[in-house]
């Protein structure tokens, strides 16, 4: 059957002479790979359409599914955004590239989410709007609401009872634990901050130095790698610690 459905492109290799295989994070879906034919080929009618297919390209799609096949095939694909700043500024493209690789990273099953999907549109579309506070800012947040969207929903508040936040556990506790995993005074609050915000543009507000954001990514990724099997290295992990400033 042919579904229409947005999709935000996860990954793409070279397929043959011609085609490429992507792999795309789909409203419907979930996770799929798609064989897309004849986008290499150079010829008047492909000239430009393996740009769709970049890595955090946000596109309206055609497709056709079959669940007993693990890949599909795309039917028709356009725009769903267009990006004015991020595939064009070193920062915003790196940060966009550590939010697609975290998705790689956490995503183990194909299953449809819905809300993580917006979740991930709406970051993509701040990211290309917001000024350089959110988005130096913003790959904190997203690790956090996606830990959330995986069922990792840090648990209790910070306050001078609950001063500490065990990281193993994903919960604010009182005294701090036996192992190192955890963290406390303003590295603590400032997470109490990130996972409290309602809206993109409060990031603009919670100013952080170059250290503290560095330290505070890095919490994050151990505390994804304690939740996640295998979570694995990202790769664009040390470039986004190089620019955060």
Do not use: C
Not at 28 to 36: E, T
Not at 38 to 65: C, D, I, N, W
Not at 138 to 156: K, M, S
Not at 210 to 236: A, K, W
């Amino acid at each position: 059957m042919i579904h229409a459905t947005k999709g935000i492109v996860l990954r793409t290799v070279k397929y043959g002479d011609t085609s490429i295989i992507t792999t795309v994070y789909t409203e419907l879906f979930g996770i799929q790979s798609y064989i897309v034919k004849g986008v290499r080929q150079s010829s008047k009618t492909s000239a430009g359409k393996a740009g769709f297919f970049q890595p955090s390209a946000m596109l309206e799609m055609e497709v056709y599914h079959n669940e007993q096949k693990q890949l599909q095939f795309i039917k028709e694909y356009q725009w769903s955004y267009l990006y004015e700043k991020v595939l064009f500024d070193v920062v915003r493209n790196t940060v966009a590239m550590y939010v697609i690789e975290l998705l790689q990273h956490s995503l183990k099953q194909p299953e449809a989410n819905p809300e993580l999907f917006y979740l991930i549109e709406d970051t993509l579309k701040q990211l290309d709007k917001g000024n350089d506070t959110l988005t130096g800012n913003l790959p904190l947040y997203f690790t956090l609401q996606l830990a959330g969207e995986l069922g990792f929903q840090l648990q209790g508040t910070y306050s001078e009872q609950t001063p500490v936040l065990d990281l193993q556990e994903g919960m604010y506790i009182t005294d701090t634990p036996s192992h190192p995993y955890y963290l406390e005074g303003i590295m603590a609050k400032t997470t109490a901050d990130l996972t409290g915000l309602q809206f993109y543009n409060d990031l603009e507000n919670i100013i952080l130095n170059r250290n503290m954001r560095r330290e505070l990514l890095q919490s994050y990724q151990l505390f994804l790698s304690l939740h996640i099997q295998d979570f694995g290295e990202l790769r664009s992990f040390a470039i986004l610690q190089e620019i955060l400033s």
